[in-house]
C-alpha cells in the first residue's frame, strides 16, 4: 500500500460547486498535514496546513483531518474558474526539523465557467 | 513576501552535459530542497540541506549531486545528464523549525536530448 493515496481525477465541475478533494494515507505517525496548489507551470503553493485531526477554514476553503480513518480532506465553497489547478496533500511526522515531507500525486481540478 | 527564485525556467541540455540548476531564496531560511516532479510519479526528494555546506540524500539521489556554499544559493548538478533526468525541478525552502511553512521555486524544465 502506498503512504499516500490521491485520486488523480481528472475532475471538472461548473462554477460555483462545492469542491471535496481526498487523500488517504497508511502511516499513522503522520501528524502534519498541508494542502498545497499548483497551477500549470508553476510551483506549488501552500494553501492550508492542520495540525492532527480537526477542521481548518479559511475563506472558502475548508481542510478536514481524521486520523482514526486516516483520511484527510480540503473543501472549496463556491468554486471559481481561478481554482482550477492540481492539488497535492503533503503530510509529515514532525513539524520541526525533520525534513521529510510525504506528497500525494496531486488531483486535476476544473473549474468550468 | 518570501521569494525562492530559479533563475533557469526552461533548459535543453545534450546527454552527457554538465547541468547546474540554481536557486537562490531571500528570506534567510536554514533548509533548501531540491525535488524533481514528474506525472504519475508526483513529487521526489532529491536532496536537502539544512545549513551551508550540509547535505542529505533524498529519495532518488542518485546522477546527482548538491552545493551549498552560502545561506541563500542551493545548487543542482547533474553531472553526466541523462534522458530519464528530463523532468521539472522544484527548488524550495523553509525555516530550520517550520516544516509546515515550505515554500516552492516556479520550477526549471530540463529537457535532455
Known amino acids: 500500500q502506498k503512504e499516500v493515496e490521491q485520486d488523480p481525477g481528472p475532475l471538472s465541475v461548473p462554477e460555483g460547486a462545492i469542491v471535496s478533494l481526498n487523500c488517504t494515507y497508511s502511516?499513522?505517525?503522520?501528524?502534519?498535514f498541508m494542502w498545497y496548489r499548483q497551477y500549470s507551470r508553476k510551483g506549488p503553493e501552500l494553501l492550508m496546513y492542520t495540525y492532527s485531526s480537526g477542521n481548518k477554514e479559511d475563506g472558502r476553503f475548508t481542510a478536514q483531518v481524521d486520523k482514526s480513518s486516516k483520511y484527510i480532506s480540503l473543501f472549496i465553497r463556491d468554486s471559481q474558474p481561478s481554482d482550477s489547478a492540481t492539488y497535492l496533500c503533503?503530510?509529515?511526522?514532525?513539524?520541526?526539523?525533520?525534513?521529510?515531507?510525504?506528497f500525494g500525486k496531486g488531483t486535476l481540478l476544473t473549474v468550468n465557467p | 513576501d518570501v521569494k525562492v527564485t530559479q533563475s533557469s525556467r526552461y533548459l535543453v541540455k545534450r546527454t552527457g552535459e554538465k547541468v547546474f540548476l540554481e536557486c537562490v531564496q531571500d528570506?534567510?531560511?536554514?533548509?533548501m530542497f531540491w525535488y524533481r516532479q514528474d506525472p504519475g510519479l508526483g513529487l521526489r526528494l532529491i536532496y536537502f540541506?539544512?545549513?551551508?555546506?550540509?547535505?542529505e540524500k533524498g529519495d532518488i539521489p542518485e546522477g546527482y549531486s548538491v552545493s551549498r556554499e552560502k545561506k541563500e544559493r542551493f545548487s543542482l548538478i547533474l553531472e553526466s545528464a541523462s534522458t530519464n533526468q528530463t523532468s521539472m525541478y522544484l527548488c524550495?525552502?523553509?525555516?530550520?523549525?517550520?516544516?509546515?511553512?515550505?515554500?516552492f521555486g516556479e520550477g526549471s524544465w530540463l529537457t535532455v536530448v
Open positions: 503533503a503530510m509529515s511526522q514532525t513539524g520541526g526539523s525533520n525534513y521529510k515531507l510525504t
Open positions: 502511516n499513522s505517525a503522520f501528524q502534519y
Open positions: 528570506m534567510d531560511h536554514e533548509n
Open positions: 540541506s539544512y545549513d551551508v555546506k550540509m547535505k
Open positions: 524550495a525552502s523553509s525555516l530550520l523549525e517550520s516544516l509546515n511553512t515550505i515554500y
